[in-house]
């Protein structure tokens, strides 16, 4: 994990951050951050990185911003004239990640406990089609009016929503609330970015870029733990009604430094078009999966087509402007990889969705041994992040990625073993999700080294932007699949220790088909994932 110091070497800086685009990478591969949460960062001429859709026009005011910021050399973020700020961002980045982890725990209970489980892939989902517009919006709201009103505003959404699913009656109001939260988790991933741009002096942003991904760590490991005993003891809705308090005070702190960065500029060059098109794909997704819902429970024909027809319209065209061409078809060099990040994430995350449920359901571990047996993954994740980054191995990267595709394939295929009563559930789990782990480490942290490769230096922004939509698609897609696979096969009526001897004495009945579909299906896209890596190398030049 990189240290919260600035590199000491020049050039080393100047290798992080002129030619990292996409800022918002830091986080998208922080170990155990849930791919599509991350921000979309685009490059001004200075080096910085901004948001989507950032007009030229108001990259005047981010420099500005940074004159007002420049520290002597001995200064570091933990300095004096920074040290509120950093402990502000890193709390905030901290919250948003021990909720990521909390979720995975709690959800299971939560689900049962509103009789939602057909609904449980849409709580995931809907934060990731939620926060896909979201980003977009803040995006072009920081550029015309400075970070300050998007990140708080996407702060108390965050928090309306924790309290929305926290106090909800039924499992559609849940699913609202998670939606909610996924509006302010957008606005805020990208406003954060923003203020790191205008706060910080160039020579200090590495270290504020890496202690985003250093705020993923303890959550991590210690989010299932707490998440687990406050679902166990007090109640699971306790679980999002305690988080929105923990907020108040990172905000108090850093409020005073952030009021001191210089606002956007008004200016009538607001990409428009972005927006439009981050709402009709946010708008398609949404109609899709409750198509897939609807048709698992035998509904009408037309509460079936209709949604799924008006889902495609706004999806599909829409999906093809914000990606490059070639991407579905798996084009060699560029497109193979932004169509292998959203195929990595959306795999894992598909699998991973189920596995907490799975141990609950089938197996009767409580809800903090089902959210710990996935703590290792976060660990082992930065493990393959700091392998593939070994200068040593940089010409063997596409092979690097396509072992970790075979791994992840393996890990989502191995959690599947916990369904036979023989088998020590919790371990299995635990070890699959070791190597599972490592794997997206050396595949997500690969793919944005070779985007950078790939890209030209003026195309370098709307590739990252096009890397970070692959990345939440893959989410909202495979997630919903994997949703509509589990309650088409009877998953939708588990109950807790379904699978149990105890409670087959009593007639329950649980439904393990429908989780090895799941992880079984998972597997299978993992392994596509595998074959893409193999176009991953563009094809050289005639006579090259």
Not at 198 to 208: M, Q
Request: with cysteine; hydrophobic share 55%.
């Amino acid at each position: 994990m990189a240290a919260l110091d600035p590199p000491d070497d020049p050039a080393a800086e100047s290798a992080v951050v002129p030619d990292a685009p996409a800022a918002a990478a830091a986080w998208a591969d922080a170990p155990g951050a849930t791919p599509g949460r991350t921000a979309v960062a685009h490059v001004d001429e200075a080096g910085g990185s901004l948001p989507p859709g950032t007009a030229s026009a108001s990259r005047p005011a981010v420099r500005r911003g940074r004159a007002r910021r420049a520290a002597p050399d001995g200064d570091s973020v933990l300095s004096r004239p920074f040290r509120a700020l950093t402990f502000g961002i890193v709390s905030v980045v901290s919250l948003i990640a021990f909720e990521a982890s909390a979720v995975n725990t709690a959800l299971p209970v939560a689900a049962q406990a509103l009789d939602g489980i057909p609904l449980y892939a849409f709580a995931f989902s809907g934060y990731f089609t939620a926060s896909l517009f979201a980003m977009a919006l803040s995006g072009e709201w920081c550029d015309r009016r400075g970070p300050l009103a998007p990140l708080f505003s996407g702060i108390a959404a965050f928090g309306a929503g924790l309290v929305v699913s926290g106090a909800a009656p039924n499992m559609w109001t849940f699913v609202g609330g998670r939606g909610l939260q996924g509006i302010g988790g957008g606005l805020v991933s990208v406003a954060l970015y923003v203020v790191v741009g205008r706060a910080y002096p160039e020579r200090l942003r590495p270290a504020v870029l890496a202690a985003f991904s250093a705020a993923w760590v303890l959550p991590v490991i210690v989010g299932p733990l707490v998440a687990g005993t406050v679902t166990e003891q007090l109640g699971w809705r306790w679980v999002f009604l305690a988080i929105p308090v923990l907020i108040l005070l990172p905000l108090a702190v850093m409020l005073p430094a952030l009021r001191g960065l210089p606002g956007g500029e008004r200016t009538s060059a607001v990409n428009r078009r972005r927006i439009a098109l981050a709402l009709a794909v946010a708008a398609g997704a949404g109609l899709l999966q409750y198509a897939g819902q609807a048709s698992s429970h035998d509904g009408a024909v037309w509460t079936v087509l209709v949604p799924a027809v008006a889902g495609l319209a706004l999806l599909v065209p829409c999906v093809l402007r914000l990606l490059p061409r070639g991407t579905f078809r798996a084009a060699r060099g560029l497109p193979a990889v932004i169509l292998l990040r959203g195929i990595a994430a959306g795999s894992f995350l598909g699998g991973e969705t189920f596995v907490p449920l799975m141990l609950v359901t089938e197996r009767g571990l409580s809800a903090t041994l089902a959210g710990l047996s996935l703590t290792g993954g976060g660990l082992t994740w930065a493990l393959g992040s700091y392998v593939q980054a070994r200068a040593r191995l940089e010409p063997h990267r596409e092979r690097l990625m396509t072992l970790g595709m075979v791994l992840i394939a393996l890990a989502i295929a191995a959690a599947g073993l916990a369904l036979v009563d023989t088998v020590p559930a919790w371990s299995v789990v635990a070890v699959s999700w070791l190597v599972g782990g490592f794997g997206m480490g050396l595949t997500i942290s690969s793919g944005s080294v070779l985007l950078l490769k790939l890209s030209k230096p003026a195309d370098a922004g709307s590739n990252s932007a096009s890397l970070q939509v692959s990345d939440a698609l893959g989410n909202i897609a495979l997630v919903g699949a994997s949703g509509v696979i589990f309650v088409g096969l009877g998953g939708g009526s588990v109950a807790a220790g379904a699978h149990s001897a105890a409670s087959a004495a009593a007639g329950g009945t649980g439904h393990p088909e429908a989780f090895a579909a799941v992880f079984l299906a998972m597997a299978a896209v993992a392994l596509f994932g595998a074959y893409v890596t193999t176009r991953l190398r563009p094809v050289p030049p005639h006579g090259g």
